[in-house]
């Protein structure tokens, strides 16, 4: 059966028509994500429309919609509980009544981090484990979990996806979360080059020279012994090793799934954070698989299905 | 129906016969945690006679026993899973088998720290809530949570119970577990005296006229305003904060309860935290209670019932 998929994201959303595990037509849109959701909603409608017309498949003839959303859901009701500056009405947005009115279809909505994680459990590198955590480092750092078979949520819908929070140096640098020292904070994109500002050999690296600041460029420079860049690529693996070795300790998976625009490093990344955490890890059963994600940015479009199914159970 | 309950400590081991709720009769005795599980069993099982007759009640009358264990168990089987040096065989030893040969009963062995966090959940500060992460300041940190009504232990029983080996200090001290920076690494009593030992006001600290340096002496120091002690004080705090706020952002509570030997001085550190949480914890639905133990060293003996009737359930 067929369900129209969107993951919103904070500068692109994504349109697709999932089926069986597939994805039949996808288009991308850029995001209003500071434009009112009356707006971004039209735009998603169209979206959807011609999605449709790719998959020749009429979009009320679908089973739903599943929307991702990069902020704090109530998974049960599918309203937007905070949107943290992103989508700044959405909060007070029915989105269940927009899908009814505009389709005449339900509608499940999910927080993005758990999304990317259900999508890869179910049809990527986590496929046939029920204990999973998924670290997604981007702009900030997204957490979630499955244990047990049973995706994480919490009583407040906050459970795991706040794990880019986890204080991973008490006393250390304010987070837009409001707690100090987050691993979010301590490294990740939106931080990286006031972190990097901060440090006094950085007037003299090779970094400066670069108009796109990001991990891709961090770890090129590091490689070339720039001693600025390679003291923030390590401190940056200590920070997620360590972040890592919490989330372990806390969910107790069998797996960890890295994703992100940083896994085009994959080889910089990932095993200096396999390293840190079999060396740090308390797992006396065995070893923590750690594994790059394999839907990259369509994990999220591929969980629609499941989430449809479960909410439908769950009526 | 009563229950035989066992709280098996590293230097104390308590028996007790519970009903309904109610010790009906309790004894301790002296750990003998470096021998043979072999002698343990015999000195608990007089234990248990012990308590039997004190409560007139025949040992193999009872619906069974539940022991709460220092160390990683496999809470579906029964067998302990490592024993971090206190009893050492026993994770070679067939307790079930003991619990029948002895009194013909079944046996429930739960880790010690959800043991706590269970009693408290169902007979102490955390009755009526689903939603509770308990961390017990002690020698080491104990953390245990409870998830919408359901224990958290995940796949390989480790979940939550290695909160307090949470990383708030990337880079940090070196911890029993294998890790850096854990929050028990960083202050716990196991640790406190070497931390104080490396600051250079300790030389001139009142603490080191103490013969127990324990956290009641550390907060009373601090209240003297010895600037070591008052320093190591805010250091505990602050660790103590982090881990919390952490813990909040991992499990998603609507309540913490802190246990331990500290809570003697509830009012120098219950306070605190509460406060470094409120500032620092993300949490848009409202704010988590901090809250003391109800139980103090019962609460494992309380979640005695609760063990057998869940295991009964499973089998």
């Known amino acids: 059966m067929n369900v129209l998929a969107c993951d919103m994201g904070g500068t692109r959303v994504k349109a697709a028509v999932v089926a069986e595990g597939r994805i039949l037509a996808r288009t991308a849109i850029a995001a209003l994500s500071h434009r009112p959701m009356r707006d971004c909603l039209a735009s998603l409608a169209d979206a959807f429309r011609q999605v449709g017309v790719e998959a020749a498949i009429r979009p009320d003839e679908c089973k739903g919609i599943a929307l991702s959303f990069p902020s704090l859901v109530d998974s049960t009701t599918g309203w937007v509980l905070d949107s943290y500056g992103k989508y700044p009405d959405a909060p007070g947005t029915d989105l269940a009544a927009w899908a009814r009115a505009e389709f005449g279809l ?120 720039d001693p600025c860049a390679r003291a923030l690529a390590d401190h940056s693996v200590q920070v997620w090793g360590a972040l890592v070795v919490s989330l372990i300790h806390a969910f107790d998976p069998a797996k960890v799934i890295l994703g992100g625009g940083i896994m085009a490093a994959a080889d910089q990344v990932l095993l200096p954070i396999s390293d840190y955490v079999n060396r740090h890890a308390h797992t006396p059963w065995g070893k923590v698989e750690i594994v790059p994600s394999q839907l990259g940015d369509a994990a999220a479009i591929m969980a629609a299905e499941w989430l449809l199914d479960e909410r439908m159970r769950v009526r």
């Open 106 to 225: 339900p509608l499940a909505v999910e927080n993005d981090a758990r999304m990317a994680l259900i999508g890869e459990w179910r049809h990527g590198a986590g496929r046939g484990c029920d204990d999973l955590v998924m670290v997604t480092l981007g702009t900030g750092i997204g957490v979630a979990a499955v244990m047990e078979g049973r995706v994480v949520r919490g009583r407040h819908g906050q459970a795991a996806i706040m794990g880019g929070h986890l204080s991973v140096r008490y006393g250390g640098r304010e987070c837009s979360c409001g707690n100090l020292g987050c691993a979010e904070a301590e490294t990740s994109l939106a931080f990286l080059r006031e972190i990097a500002g901060a440090r006094p050999d950085f007037s003299a690296s090779g970094l400066l020279s670069e108009s796109e600041f990001d991990y891709e460029a961090l770890f090129r420079h590091a490689r070339m012994d």
